[in-house]
DNA sequence: TTAACTGCAAAGAATTTGCATCGTG
DNA sequence: CACGATGCAAATTCTTTGCAGTTAA
């Protein structure tokens, strides 16, 4: 817990585990790292690209979905799918740092991530009991955000 | 209650629904709502049109595509998205009667519905807290089912 | 008879793959 | 130097749309 910002932590520890993994470092896969490390909720390829493009990394968006693969693979990203038949991917980061779920407004398509306790108990209990080994879950409410009301 | 089972009831729900909405009852549509009707769970649009091939309805993929987007529409049926890239659709039967989530295996891909009061109970008490006006949700559980782990 | 419904084929959009080239270890 | 990484373009896959013929009300 000290001055290093969860941000670069998670990017620190993505870079590592691909090192890893015996991936090279090249400069696609290392601005996806970056542009996953700086949000705070799913975003999709072509978001990530737009973004790394506005941020003056000229990136293949082919790159970007390869990228996508390799690090949901080793499982340091989450693919969440809002319905809307595109993917979006977050860091998954360690513990339940940052761990939340999504408001799909079906309005304005605006998704916002949300966090409750009552929820994540009650998933880990049912998860104890059922025949299946889980090892994630996602939580998706969709209506109406405050604004589209 | 009753004889009739709730898979014509839900049909029958479904083409008064359609009617009341000023649509008129094609062969393909007809077919569509049939096949959904006696789902017990999530199906894509590709499945649904192999499923009518089997059983001798010839159907082009762009009625089931056209049949469910108007099913949609009119809240009688909901879209799931398991994270394969494909959407599915299942009948959105009248109050809790067969509400159900999904388990979906991340090895061989199977997806499973599974029901739990508990977590029902969790987000019904999350809605009431938010500010967003919550009218569906799903709960996915990612990974290993029985037969994989 | 009229407007909706249907199927096929073409169009679109998201994602993946082939390949020649570039860059890291 | 060798092999992984990258970008572009072609290829796939899923879904939507344009049209002309068909059919329910």
Known sequence: MGGVSERDDWAQQALAALQRAGRRRGSARGAVVEQLASLRCALGAREIDEGLRAAGQRVGLASVYRALAELEGLGLVRRVDVGDGTARYEPRRAEDEHHHHHLVCD???RVTPFTDAGLESAIARLSDRIDFSVDE?????HGACASCA
Chains 1, 2 share one sequence.
């Open 137 to 141: 879950h996602e939580v998706l409410l």
């Open 107 to 109: 309005h304005c398509g």
